[in-house]
């Protein structure tokens, strides 16, 4: 992603309006400085609105790229001012596709094959992880650039063409690190745990809300040692990494969703990550 130079600023009444143009790929999270000032400062774009944080006195915005996001020109709309006066900025943002690997996988036919009963309970699964992602906490990050979970090698990276046996499926929805079984699994930001439980492809896995619409989610573990309901600080210790579920050898398929947005876990770590 890259921010480029202010192209044009036009005085109005009652409003500056800016044309600045940023570069994202699908998946990826940009940081944007609000480019006015004002109370009540929002910001708009993909369709949604988006948290402003704070960095060094910067009001700056921070917005998820969704993983299957139609690859155009957005407008990424600021407002900022009270009833007497409003200020408002409209910046472009240029989304490319992005440049996704393939990945294929064989796994027992129990694994890619599913009976009625087998369809059922991960029907039932999914419910749950999408009631996660779609359940408030009321936590503030102050900045909410992660840490790594736990370190080990990238096996899968994010939205890789994955093949199943031979057969296409989704595209990879999170980024898979192998380390050994037993590997201490920490939380990369702060927040509530929200869901903890065995499921037939992802394993046990654990869910957890970092507020502003912000949840993560790890799948394959060999053990939770966290219950709903609990707190973490960031680098808090909550499970192990395992096998779990559908799964090749032990990892940790770690999942980020941004106010409904799949995005690449990496664009949310801290630069010097």
């Known amino acids: 992603m890259q921010k480029m130079l202010c192209l044009i600023a036009f005085l109005c009444a009652n409003q500056t309006l800016w044309a600045a143009n940023y570069q994202a790929a699908q998946g990826d999270v940009l940081r944007v400085p609000a480019p006015i000032s004002g109370e009540h400062l929002t910001v708009k774009a993909l369709g949604k609105n988006w948290p402003i944080y704070l960095k060094d006195g910067i009001p700056t915005a921070w917005i998820g790229i969704h993983l299957n996001v139609k690859p155009t020109t957005y407008d990424i709309q600021w407002f900022a001012g009270g009833a007497a006066s409003v ?6 943002l240029d989304v490319k596709k992005g440049d996704f690997r393939i990945s294929h996988i064989e796994v027992t036919k129990k694994m890619s094959s599913f009976d009625k009963e087998a369809l ?18 009321g936590i503030k990050p102050q900045w909410p650039e992660m840490i790594w979970p736990v370190e080990g090698i ?19 929805s999170g980024l898979d690190i192998a380390a050994p079984t037993g590997t201490p699994v920490k939380a990369p930001l702060a927040g509530q745990v929200l869901l903890v439980e065995d499921m037939f492809l992802n394993g046990t896995l654990v869910a957890i809300a970092h507020g502003d619409g912000l949840t993560t989610v790890y799948a394959h573990l060999n053990k939770a040692l966290v219950k709903v309901g609990d707190n973490l600080k960031q680098g808090d210790v909550f499970a192990e990494v395992g096998s779990s579920g559908r799964s090749t050898g032990p ?15 990496r664009a949310m770590l801290k630069n010097d990550q």
């Open 87 to 92: 200020n408002q900025a409209m910046d472009k």
């Open 154 to 172: 990238v096996s899968t990276p994010f939205a890789a063409q994955r093949y199943v046996n031979g057969n296409p499926r989704s595209p990879h």
């Open 120 to 137: 059922k309970r991960i029907r039932a699964d999914q419910v749950a992880i999408k009631k996660a992602y779609q359940t408030n906490v």
């Open 251 to 265: 990892h940790l398929h770690w999942g980020v969703q941004f106010n409904g947005n799949k995005v690449d876990p």
